[in-house]
Every structure is written in C-alpha cells, then in structure tokens.
C-alpha cells in the first residue's frame, strides 16, 4: 500500500549569492519524511511530525 500524502509544502525558489553578489537560482526543498499514524502510512513533513508527537 502506497503512503498518502497530507503535505501541501512545496520547493521554495531563492536566490544563492557569492561575494561578487552574483545571484543563481536554487530551491529549497521541504523535509518530507514517511511516518505511521494510527497504523496508517503518510508522508508529512518533519515539522508537522514533531507538532503530532
């Protein structure tokens, strides 16, 4: 069985700067991680997971 998503936190767009204050996109991706709730399998975020706890 495939485990349900209940996340809704998408990548976030920034910009990465060097000295010379060049600026390169990158994305900042959220800590997802699976986790059982109730016997049941889900992929939450970590900050989600330590909020059920």
Known sequence: MMAKV??????????SRSKALNAT?????????????NGEKV???AREAKKLK
Do not use: A, D, E, H
């Not at 996340?7 to 910009?15: G, I, L, Q, R």
């Not at 996109?25 to 709730?37: M, S, Y």
């Open 6 to 15: 209940l996340t809704t936190k998408k990548p976030k767009t920034v910009n």
């Open 25 to 37: 996109k990158t994305r900042q991706k959220p800590n997802k991680q699976k986790k059982t709730i």
């Open 43 to 45: 992929i939450i975020t």
